[in-house]
């Protein structure tokens, strides 16, 4: 391994341990030519997956395109970035193990919504609309309903509060 500070090729691991879920080794390396400490990953090369788009195009699998979607859906929702990169590793790795080399995008945005349903419902909504080309508020609804029978709440809409509860503004003065 060459030392990313001066390029000596002469190094000594330090220590070694399991990473993303066994799937990979991370290894603390210290080179004997300027003593500098790094981190290396060794992990098993794949055939990359390949994307079939519904108009029959190819394209390879992008992490980083998956994961831009599901930050626009998660935005100014209680999801950290760790939780969307965990779901980006479990998606993959399950196309990885379900797909030889192509893989339908209709899949992966499936795939993603199922996800998204279970770690935060307003997210899968979001992701949905955009995923599905909703046309219409009424599609939205409808799917907000199947979303809140699926978790056995009711969809009704709130009480309209009581109007004598309610702050009333003073003309001339900025509440």
């Known amino acids: 391994m060459k030392c990313p500070q001066c390029g000596c090729n002469q190094d000594r691991v330090i220590d070694s341990r399991s990473a993303k879920d066994g799937a990979a080794i991370r290894r603390r390396r210290e080179c004997l030519g300027c003593a500098h400490r790094y981190t290396t ?8 997956l390949r994307v079939l788009k519904q108009d029959g195009r190819y394209e390879e699998l992008d992490r980083r395109k998956l994961m831009a979607g599901m ?15 965990r779901l980006a590793d479990q998606i993959i ?11 339908p995008s209709t899949q ?4 993603v919504m199922e996800h998204l349903r279970a770690l935060d419902p307003v ?8 995923y599905r080309q909703f046309k219409d508020v009424g599609e939205f609804l409808r ?11 009711k969809s009704e809409p709130p009480e309209p509060d009581d109007p004598a509860e309610e702050p009333q503004l003073r003309r001339g003065t900025n509440v």
């Not at 930050?71 to 990169?85: H, T």
């Open 93 to 103: 790795a399950q196309l990885e193990q379900s797909f030889e080399r192509e893989v």
């Open 143 to 153: 799917e907000v309903e199947d979303l809140a029978a699926r978790e056995g709440r």
């Open 71 to 85: 930050l626009r859906a998660c935005e100014k929702r209680p999801v950290s970035l760790g939780q969307i990169e």
């Open 123 to 130: 997210a899968y909504v979001r992701f949905a609309s955009v």
């Open 41 to 48: 990953y060794e992990e098993i090369l794949k055939d990359d």
């Open 108 to 111: 992966i945005g499936n795939m």
